[in-house]
């Protein structure tokens, strides 16, 4: 095998040939290893190595697999890049900003704590706009990622690192978080597979644990081995309230779709969406119609409101908790964090209540429509990508329509608002500009196991991703 088809393997087929002593996970992460410095100056999708302890922790596994060891964990050996606000015990943390750049950690997050009891090998750490604050992926700490599918775009944000680094095979698995579909943004835009879970399936840090538009999760090369990242990283946590009691572990089984009902929506009525992302979302639904599943288009009573009570939620927590920095450290932010903090200010308690009580009304037709739907689809993205340097100070328009620039060319945001809703971003096909594309699976209220079945059947349906070299985006490494 390849250096480059070992870079491309997936988690699910290297446990197995680890199992069979047909791989050593040292195999494995020296094929990672050695295209991340490769890819620097292209795509600049890590921040830091831990190539050392990294190879420590794959020779242990090497051994504990030769030994046929009785604990060996679900990810025994598996390289997994954290994205750079992933509080990592000992590490640096920058989240993005010149004002962490010195930042270690003195305790690992939850969600990395599991990973590595699970014998994850941490070996890299992956770009995030400055604070995750943005749906592209460029921060005056990092500079500018770009999508390995096509490097004029980003690869989306703000797991933009997470997701640039599996589609340039620099890791088997990657961390990602969600508060307006900075896991699904850059899923979509990369080609890869990302689950935003329900809200409190998988435990966060204070404060934003509270807040529940607050989603962290996996990033993947498939649905399988999102499942299996998947259900390491939930649980309920000793420190986190709003974590879910019981542990949740859901079944690599797929989904038998004949006679299930999907609803979808290519626009939610009201949003400009590009002509190849509506035809791949169409391709993508009659994969479910041959299936079996009975496809029908659903109408949403959503207008741009639905979006600025977003808007407003953002501001009147994160952008508020980004206020803290418009002192003397306003210089060193990024102009589009300091912009975002100072739209903030004018959020009243008011407004924020107000924006609750939108989400309310969206449920209120979202879940009894769910009630007769099995699945609910619709695209991740408005446009394939937006430009690699784009700013949200600039202006953007679809179909020749000026729509908001921060983010009203994605389509992840409306399910954080309905936060108790699992979703599966998965891919649907690529734009001329060879970006990818991709296609939500939501489910009912915390129905995780429905929209992973739904995931896998699509994905044996399709064929999966990243098999040969014609399915992968042409590097030059």
């Given at each position: 095998m390849t250096d480059t088809s070992l870079a491309y393997l997936s988690a699910t087929e290297a446990l197995r040939m680890f199992r069979a002593r047909e791989l050593s996970p040292v195999e494995l992460l020296e094929a990672h290893l050695a295209r991340i410095p490769a890819s620097a100056d292209g795509l600049n999708a890590v921040c830091f190595t831990y190539a050392e302890e990294a190879m420590e922790q794959a020779r242990a596994a090497e051994a504990r697999y030769a030994a046929g060891a009785d604990d060996i964990g679900p990810l025994e050996g598996i390289p997994v890049a954290l994205k750079d606000e992933n509080m990592m015990a000992g590490k640096v943390t920058t989240y993005g900003s010149l004002l962490y750049a010195d930042h270690v950690a003195t305790e690992s997050a939850p969600v990395v704590s599991r990973l590595l009891e699970a014998g994850a090998v941490v070996h890299a750490r992956t770009t995030t706009p400055e604070f995750s604050c943005a749906p592209f992926c460029?921060?005056?700490?990092?500079?500018?990622?770009?999508?390995?599918?096509?490097?004029?775009?980003?690869?989306?944000?703000?797991?933009?690192?997470?997701?640039?680094?599996?589609?340039?095979?620099?890791?088997?698995?990657?961390?990602?978080?969600?508060?307006?579909?900075?896991?699904?943004?850059?899923?979509?835009?990369?080609?890869?597979?990302?689950?935003?879970?329900?809200?409190?399936?998988?435990?966060?840090?204070?404060?934003?644990?509270?807040?529940?538009?607050?989603?962290?999760?996996?990033?993947?090369?498939?649905?399988?081995?999102c499942l299996l990242m998947e259900n390491v990283l939930a649980g309920p946590h000793p420190k986190d309230i709003a974590s879910l009691k019981p542990q949740l572990e859901v079944e690599a089984r797929p989904a038998d779709l004949r006679g299930r009902r999907i609803g979808y929506s290519i626009d939610f009525g009201f949003m400009e969406v590009d002509g190849q992302v509506r035809a791949n979302t169409l391709a993508a639904l009659d994969v479910f119609r041959a299936l079996g599943a009975e496809v029908v288009e659903v109408a949403l009573p959503w207008d741009w409101d639905v979006y600025h009570a977003a808007a407003t939620h953002h501001g009147a927590l994160f952008g508020a908790w980004l206020a803290e920095y418009l002192d003397a450290r306003e210089a060193q932010l990024a102009p589009y964090t300091a912009g975002f903090a100072r739209r903030a200010l004018g959020i009243t308690t008011a407004d924020y209540l107000a924006s609750i009580g939108v989400e309310g009304r969206i449920y209120a037709h979202f879940g009894p429509m769910m009630e007769e739907l099995d699945l609910f689809v619709c695209p991740t993205l408005a446009i394939p990508a937006v430009p690699a340097e784009f700013d949200m100070a600039g202006p953007l328009s679809i179909n020749g329509v000026e729509v908001d620039p921060y983010l009203g060319w994605t389509m992840a945001w409306p399910f954080n608002m309905l936060s108790r809703c699992p979703v599966l971003s998965v891919p649907s096909g690529h734009a001329a500009s060879g970006v990818p594309t991709g296609i939500q699976l939501v489910g009912r209220t915390y129905d995780d196991q429905g929209v992973f079945g739904a995931g896998l059947a699509y994905e044996a349906a399709v064929g999966g991703w990243y098999a040969s070299a014609a399915t992968r985006p042409a590097l030059g490494f």
């Open positions: 460029h921060s005056r700490q990092w500079g500018v990622t770009r999508n390995p599918w096509n490097p004029q775009f980003t690869p989306g944000g703000s797991s933009g690192g997470s997701g640039a680094a599996l589609a340039a095979g620099l890791t088997t698995l990657a961390t990602g978080s969600d508060i307006g579909g900075s896991i699904r943004i850059p899923a979509s835009a990369c080609g890869v597979v990302g689950f935003k879970p329900p809200y409190g399936r998988v435990p966060s840090t204070p404060p934003f644990n509270l807040d529940h538009y607050n989603h962290p999760g996996p990033m993947a090369r498939s649905v399988a081995d």
